[in-house]
């Protein structure tokens, strides 16, 4: 199994996100993060289901978060395992050889998100998959066993660019800053980081 060290100086990570901004929510904190201390970061951006506006912000935002964009219109919450979407995930391994694959958390209940994490592992067998998390109303937030501390300027900014990049999503009531910060609010008291900011993920298997 590939290993992720991250004190190498090159990384290519692969990050995968059913909408626009489940990548930033989940995982902005880190890939910020890894942006300072890795020499030569190669970040690959895919959003799986993004139009019109929603497909520009997150264009935007991947531009924002130093990431290459592939933003595709599969239909939101309507995700099936047919051969459109696992054609993709195929093709998608054709072309990217990642060191570190960024994903939905398999016990989401959306089902779109559900289905990604699944693709995610049937894809990419032999390499280092974290699965990320999202809050929303189902309440299905887990206890994550890898974790990523963030100073405060690194969780400040991953709130700035969310606000900034999708103000499509400002009128939800849980789009909020408080709600961003207080997740990782938590997972930094869960592993007690020095800041008592973190973001947490889900490993099933890792090498280290």
């Not at 201390?37 to 924002?64: K, M, P, Q, T």
């Not at 209940?109 to 280092?128: G, I, K, Y």
Request: net charge negative; aromatic share 10%; with cysteine.
């Amino acid at each position: 199994m590939l290993k992720l060290a991250l004190e190498a100086p090159r990384l290519r990570v692969l990050a995968i996100g059913s909408h626009a901004d489940d990548i930033e929510i989940g995982c902005g904190g880190t890939l910020l993060r890894l942006a300072q201390s890795v020499e030569a970061l190669e970040l690959h951006w895919v959003v799986l289901s993004a139009s019109g506006e929603r497909a520009d912000e997150a264009r935007a935002s991947a531009d924002a978060f130093g990431a290459v964009a592939d933003v595709q219109g599969f239909r939101d919450a309507f995700f099936r395992y047919g051969p459109e979407v696992k054609e993709f995930f195929e093709e998608l391994k054709g072309r990217f050889e990642p060191g570190l694959v960024l994903t939905h958390h398999g016990a989401d209940r959306h089902q779109d998100h559900r289905l990604v994490a699944e693709l995610t592992w049937n894809t990419f067998r032999d390499h280092l998959i974290l699965e990320y998390e999202i809050p929303k109303y189902d309440g299905d937030l887990g206890a994550p066993n890898v974790f990523f501390d963030l100073d405060e300027e690194v969780a400040r900014r991953k709130i700035e660019l969310l606000m900034e990049s999708f103000p499509s999503q400002r009128g939800k009531r849980w789009f909020s800053e408080d709600l961003f910060r207080g997740l990782m609010r938590i997972r930094g008291m869960e592993c007690n980081s020095p800041s008592g900011l973190a973001e947490g993920f889900y490993a099933r298997k890792l090498a280290v």
